[in-house]
C-alpha cells in the first residue's frame, strides 16, 4: 500500500512538472486596467502599488471642460473604477499619483507644480492635502512610506533644486526638510524606506547636477562625509530605490566617459557601491533606469535602445531581463516601463495593448520550484498517512 501511494505522489510531480516546464517562459499574467473613462483612444499609466495590491497612477477623464489626466487609486487587485477611483486634482486642471503607502495614502503633483498627500483612501482634498513646497514655486512628491513622510524634489527661493524629506503627515518646512547637498548646485529624492532613510542624487562641488548617489542615515540630512555611494568605476551615478534592509538600486556610468557604460547597482545592506559585487550589468546597447525595489531586492525599470525603443525589465538575483519574455506573446501587450514592485511580486507600469497605451498590473504565476515543493510535501503526506494508520 504505501509504495503503491508513493508511486501515486512521484507520477503526480512529474505529470506536474512536465505541465509547467511547458510554460516556464510565462511567469506573469497581465491585467489591463483601464481608464477612468476618458475618451476612446485616451490612456492610462500605474506609477506605484502597495502590498494590498492597491495600484495608482494617471488616467484620462471625462469632465465638463473636456478630457483631463486624473490621479487614480484602485481598490485591491481590482482595475481602475471610474465611479469610485478618481482622486480629482489639486486646483489645477490635471494630476497625476506618483506613490501609494500601505495605508492608502496616495503622494503626487497636480498642474506639474505643486505636490500633495491624500489621507488614506479618500480622494485629494485642496485644502489638507497640499505640501507646499521649500520657498520656490514648484515641488514634485515621488514617495512615501507608512509612517507618512514623503520626498521628492522641490525648488528654493533662489530658483536651485533641493532633495526634501517631510515629517510624517505634514507639510514641506523649509526650515527642517531641505536635505541639502554633496556641496554643488543641486540634489533630488527617489525614495524612502521605513526607517526614514532616503536615496537620490546630489551633485558634487565643482561636479554637474546629480553627479553622486547618496544614502542618507534615518531622518538625517545628506551628509557629505558618510553618504556618498560611489560608483561602478565611472563619473556619475543615482539611487532610484531603498528597502528595509537599506539596499540600494540605481544606475551608474563604468568608464570614466560621461554618459558611457550605464550599468544597474544593487548595494549590500547600508553599504556603498561595490563594483566587484553590485554590477547588475545592461541589456545590450542601453540606457537603464531603475524605478523601484521590493524587500527581496528584486528590482524593476525601463531601458532604452539607442534608437528609442523602449522596453521594461526586471532584475532578481543577478540577472537582468525584458519583462515582455515572461508573459503571453499572444496577450497583446507590449510592456514599455516597469514603476513599482510590492513585496509580492506584482509590478505595475504602462505598456501598449493593442496600440492603446494602458496601466497595467502584473501578477506571477507560481514557479515551477515553488510548486513542485507543494506536490512534495503533498507526497511525504501520502507516504505518511497509512503507516500511521496500520504501524508496522
Known sequence: MRWRVSLRAAGLVVVLAAA??????????????????GPPGEGSEAHGINDLGQVVGWAFAQTPSGAAMHAFRTAPNQPINPATDDLDVLGSPWSVARGINNLGQVIGSGGGTISFRTRPNQPINPATDELGTLGGAFSAAVAINDAGQVVGQSKLADGSYRAFRTAPNAPINPATDDLGTFGGAGSAAFDIN?????????????NGWAAGAFRSAPNSAINPLTDDL???????????GINASGQVAGTSTISTEPGHGMHIFRTSPDQPINPVTDDLGTLGEANLQVKAMNDRGDVVGVFVVYGDVENAFIGVGSQLANLNDFIDPASGWVLKNANDINNLGQIVGGGYLNGRFRAYRLDPIPEPSAL????????????RRPSQANPT
Do not use: E, P, R
Not at 497581465?30 to 481608464?35: A, F, K
Not at 521605513?194 to 565643482?206: D, F, K
Not at 513542485?372 to 507516504?383: K, Q
Open 20 to 37: 509547467v516546464q511547458l510554460h516556464a517562459g510565462v511567469m506573469y499574467t497581465v491585467t489591463d486596467l483601464g481608464t477612468l473613462g
Open 230 to 240: 560611489g560608483t561602478l568605476g565611472g563619473t556619475w551615478s543615482q539611487a532610484f
Open 372 to 383: 513542485l515543493v507543494g506536490v512534495a510535501g503533498l507526497s511525504i503526506c501520502a507516504l
Open 194 to 206: 521605513a526607517l526614514g532613510q532616503v536615496v537620490g542624487g546630489a551633485a558634487l562641488a565643482g
